[in-house]
């Protein structure tokens, strides 16, 4: 439900219930009922992670969809990258593959399910990779996919990538609500980039009246131009999903293992996983959900953060 720490600021309390009310909840199930639908939510975040690692490794390395779904359950992506790569700029080996153990830091009825959201995509040809890319990009956020789609571009080569993950438990840690900005805003107004930390920034001072905020407010929807009859909002969450896992990536010429664990023995691995939906709504109508998307995961691109 809403977090009711001591420690916690009273407007994130307020910003995750209104989250959870963008996502269809009412505020019965967001006071009294959030352990289940938190944890359901949490569930259907963990899928989607599985699924949206699948469609990125299939897009990255161009290896089809059916050779990378484990039959055991979760993402087994075992492939050996040739060294056909000699006269592209060659970059270190272990850059060739972003993980969260050893990386560089690189920059209902409702429709929060998102198995509904992944199967309202087309996947009527799952192994042609103009629509596995397109799935990819659909899934992940822009900045996350380019990180790792030119992966098998820049690496050396000859190097063979085994990566098993199957998720056994998922927490959401935390969902809060960024109003009358998205990401496209931003894009479009850049110097909206940051605004919502500066005005609650401001807010934790404590040196605004109850007028002052809500003029701040009124000045941030008008420097995005927001039409004051439809307005659209960003549902941020992020999820904990705990694994099983085995990473290895070995040179194939000289049997060295290059990234991950040396005997490629199964380990305990968490990830921290950042999801983003854009909902639009208009006066006195319930918000209309769009779809769910990964931003950033383990912290790759310093989660990511726009607003």
């Known amino acids: ?153 820049t690496s050396r080569g000859n190097i063979q990538i085994h990566l098993r993950t199957r998720a056994i438990s998922s927490e959401l840690i935390n969902l809060h609500l960024i109003p009358i900005l998205t990401r496209n805003t931003v894009r479009t107004h850049p110097n909206l980039e940051g605004a919502f930390q500066k005005l609650f920034s401001e807010v934790d001072k404590g040196n605004k009246t109850l007028d002052q905020k809500r003029q701040m407010i009124d000045d941030l929807s008008r420097r995005a131009k927001i039409d004051p009859k439809v307005a659209e909002h960003t549902v941020v969450a992020q999820v904990l999903v705990r694994c099983k896992e085995i990473f290895q990536v070995r040179s194939v010429d000289t049997g060295e293992v290059i990234q991950g664990d040396a005997e490629g023995k199964e380990r305990d691995v968490d990830h921290l996983v950042r999801f983003e939906m854009v909902t639009t709504q208009k006066i006195g109508q319930e918000a209309v959900q769009g779809s769910w998307q990964i931003t950033d995961w383990d912290d790759l691109l310093d989660g990511n953060i726009w607003y």
């Not at 990258?81 to 060739?96: G, I, Q, R, Y």
Request: include cysteine; glycine fraction near 6%; hydrophobic fraction near 35%.
């Open 1 to 153: 439900g809403v977090p009711r720490s001591s420690g916690v600021p009273f407007y994130i309390a307020i910003l995750h219930g209104f989250a959870a009310r963008q996502l269809g909840f009412n505020w019965f199930q967001i006071l009294f009922l959030g352990r289940w639908w938190e944890n359901d939510l949490a569930g259907q975040f963990s899928w989607a992670f599985e699924r949206s690692l699948e469609a990125l490794l299939a897009s990255s390395f161009r290896v089809p969809l059916e050779e990378i779904q484990s039959e055991l359950g979760g993402v087994e992506f075992n492939h050996t990258l040739p060294s056909s790569h000699d006269d592209a700029p060659a970059t270190n080996t272990e850059d060739s593959f972003p993980s969260s153990q050893e990386k560089d830091t690189a920059h209902s009825d409702t429709n929060t399910d998102v198995e509904q959201n992944y199967d309202a995509v087309d996947h009527s040809n799952e192994n042609d990779h103009d629509s596995v890319d397109l799935l990819a990009q659909q899934m992940l956020e822009p900045c996350l996919y380019k990180l790792y789609s030119n992966a098998n571009r």
